[in-house]
């Protein structure tokens, strides 16, 4: 079995992590117990949309709650985190009309039952990308219990759900006027609309008076809306327009009569004052329209184009040609007062940012108000938590004062509403199963509603459907509620809030304990990631050049809660580097590792063995409750320090003269300390941690089910670090003064060491191995004082007073005297160029700020560092 102790040379992730990442799942390691008596931890994965490629804010995303579930798997619960993918009918809708305009088809064209086709077999065929994408960046998912939503289980459980608020009135059917995408073809509900502000242009157009002389100026951000105006509205107290109250206006190039209203909601200081009113097309408008019953002129269809409310002229036309046409064929006419520069907020699709169209239509609502009572009510109560707290803010922002959701989607894919509208009496059936009969006048003339639901309405079930609601399964009474919820701040509203409302209503308790906000992923300046920026990172390209742990803790070490994260490719190289120094550490280990069996004799402990033992059972007890915390770059910064600067700088050269000696029981420790480590680092570092510890004389099947340690209080030793410290102390001092004579680290030396104190004395006598080994010193020598005459480079390194006898070959005074003077000199130089040039006056004037001050700053550095190199001047003089 000795074969087993070697690792390779170099690390390589690329096979170690296809290795492992299949073999995880062939053993079915991360699916749950069940029943079991242990624990349980639960999350499901927010799921990305089918249409997704893995991007550096997923990477994110599902790096973070992978540490967690690891961690808390190896803490010994039976844990579940749950995978699946979004069928984001909007998405995949772009996708495949696409594909058939370049076809010149439409979705029209080809037909319902066609098109469905096409979106299954694309679905079947490409959606599984960002599954294999998940799979690589190691995220411990339960694959076993994947779901789709759009899959069967999810049908029965939309349908139920749909029925049951429809027939407890909290879903409706309205004619009301909704934002609609012409590019998508669906409407969108309110928080899918981006508001972007925009230069546009005010036009001031005048509308004449009937049988009058006089007409009346309104001014309008969209002219081609006019031609679906059906009144002029002016504020009751504006005395500009008293003389026009109840007076009937032509309107132009329509010739449609219209009244002149009066309404308190007119904004006085708005353009003229004078507005003309829209129902079918604007919001406040449609308002207005109701409440003075003014007749709703639709001129705008769905797509975008002009239908024949607009009349012959217009009809067909896009609605921004449209505009064009209407400006001059008013400009013709003289009715064009006048065009002002303004700028306003124009809404925008999120999906594909065309400008929003108000449409005015038949749409389905989620009374969202008694559903989203309860959603406050337990986050006020503290039974979900927010972290970081403050998005608890934002999210009671929303909630108090949340609208009815429209969730009806004029697309295909997607859940299709289970409503029938009778064609013989216009009764509407909402049903389970597709009815045979209309239930009003026993007709059977019915047809099933074209619309599908919003793609939040399903993703909003998420938690509970996919562990088998309606149906009471063993998941959900295990594994509901979950305990952890990571996404990003952009969806809570959209998906947050929702799964509590629905989670709440339907599984009768809340989805999750805990949601984790990630930051936003930003270049290393800070700056958003863009493809017009050309600045984005491509993690599956990073996972290739610096393997997946690397990646991985990159995102744990930036991820600081309620901070953006600035990523840069040197953090990973960084990591790449971490990597690198674990595995060669661990060959030194396992090379190192000769007994066969491991056993710790305490009399045999030394020093260093009780001092890495308390230094493990420390930072095994600061690792959990960082984590707890979800401090993911405090566990990652702690994790990183203890391995590279207190495992691989100290203990593993601490113990070589143990080694040496035969010392089994170092060995031993050796062994308990790479073992341990491996297994604090494995949340973050899942790959080489495994093939490492696989090495391991003494592993088991796999790290992922390995118990993670312990703090074990019996291991703390208060004095051992004490000493370790002294030590420390003593060797960073030797090494400092070597460095700063430029005495080779290869070069043996002799050490004079001034210790009055007994203890100390004892401490030093005791561990001189250690001294000699990591400071290469040859004899050391402890002295109560230094004598005068002996030449002697001193130093003080904490608490000891230190001294390196100058000999032949150590340190040679007279070649250090040239050197030291030389490098004066040049120095001198140097600080004259820089005077000269910060007394000119030509580069006061002209330089820019910065440079000067640049100049300055280099100026008292070259200061600083003359003074220094006199100091050691004159020492070495006072040697001579
Ligand atoms: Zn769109
Ligand atoms: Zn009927």
New binding site residues.
Partial sequence: MKNKRILGKAYDPKPVEEKWSDFWIDEGLFVPELPSSKKKFSMVLPPPNVTGSLHVGHALCFTLPDIIVRWRRMQGYNTLWLPGTDHASIAVHNVIEQSLEEKGLTREKVGRDEFMKIAWNWKNKYGGVIINQLKKLGTSLDWTRERFTLDEGFSRAVKRVFVDLYEEGLIYRDYYLVNRCPHCGTVLSDIEIEHKEKQAKLYYIKYPLLDSEESITVATTRPETMLGDTAVAVHPDDKRFIRFQGKTVLLPLVDRKIPVITDERVEMDFGTGAVKVTPAHDPVDFELGKKHNLEQVIVIDGSGRMTKEAGKEFQGLDRFECREKVLSRLEEKGLLEKTEDYQHSVGHCYRCQTVIEPNLSWQWFVRVEPLAKEAIRVVEEGKIEFIPPNWAKTYFEWMYNIHDWCISRQLWWGHRIPAWH?S??D?IIVALETPQK?G??K?SNLVQDEDVLDTWFSSALWPFVTMGWPEQTEDLKVFYPTDLMSTGFDIIFFWVARMIMMGLKFARDIPFRHVYINGLVRDFKRRKMSKSEGNIIDPLEMIDKYGTDALRFTMAALAIPGADISLSEERMAGYQAFANKIWNASRFVLMSLESEEFQVKEQELTLADRWIRSRLTEITGELDKALEQYKFYEAADKIYHFIWHEFCDWYIELVKPSLKAGNRTTEAILAEALDWILRLLHPFMPYITEEIWQHLPFSGKSLVKASFPKEDKRFKDKNAEKEMKFLQDAIIGVRTIRAENRIPPKQNIELWVKVKKEGEKKIILENQAYIQTLANIRKIEILDRFPGKKKLLKGVAGSWEIGIPIEEGVFDLQQEKQRLEKELSKLAQDIEKIEKRLQNQDFQKRAPKNVIEETQQRLQQLQAKKAKLEESFEHVLSLI
């Fill in positions: 009778c013989d009496c009764h209309c009003k006048c007709g």
